[in-house]
């Protein structure tokens, strides 16, 4: 009968499908963890659910797009492209061994996950004082690198 066709039906009908995750994020790719850095680095970063885009150019903030800030021994910087050369060469010594990547508003202010934290990646590395030896390949050719050449401290 109808209610029996209608109960298998609904038995034989496949789960619903789950939703996807569409909150930003951003992993550092490079440097690895606990690499010794004497000075300057390249910082390489990837991102899911996130366009990078020109603040400079596009100062209105537009949810999923902006750029990044990497937080380091000397200050920080700011750009719209996967990486970042850092220097820190001037720095004697840091109580802050960490390289911090921040996803940010065309603005700056802070891209924000579902629970109202700002969204980071951190990682540890020994922090070598002395002249920049920059050392490995993130795989920088041919970009424009964004930088904006803004090192002062925050967002």
Do not use: R
């Not at 109580?95 to 911090?100: G, I, M, N």
């Not at 990682?123 to 090192?151: K, L, M, Q, R, S």
């Amino acid at each position: 009968t109808v209610s029996m066709l209608l109960q298998l039906a609904l038995a034989c009908a496949p789960p619903p499908l789950p939703t996807p995750d569409t909150t930003p994020s951003i992993s550092i790719t490079w440097p690895l963890p606990e690499t010794e850095i004497q000075g300057c680095t390249t910082v390489a970063v990837a991102v899911e659910n996130f366009e990078f885009v020109d603040f400079t150019t596009n100062g209105v903030n537009a949810e999923g797009q902006g750029h990044w800030h990497v937080f380091h021994p000397a200050g920080y910087a700011a750009t719209w492209v996967p990486f970042q050369f850092v220097d820190w060469s001037t720095v004697k010594e840091t109580t802050d061994p960490y390289l911090t990547v921040q996803l940010a508003n065309n603005d700056h202010s802070e891209v924000l996950d579902d629970s109202g934290q700002p969204i980071t990646a951190s990682i540890p590395f020994t922090f070598v004082p002395g002249p920049c030896e920059a050392t490995g390949d993130a795989d920088t050719e041919e970009y424009d690198t964004g930088d904006t050449g803004d090192t002062g401290g925050g967002g």
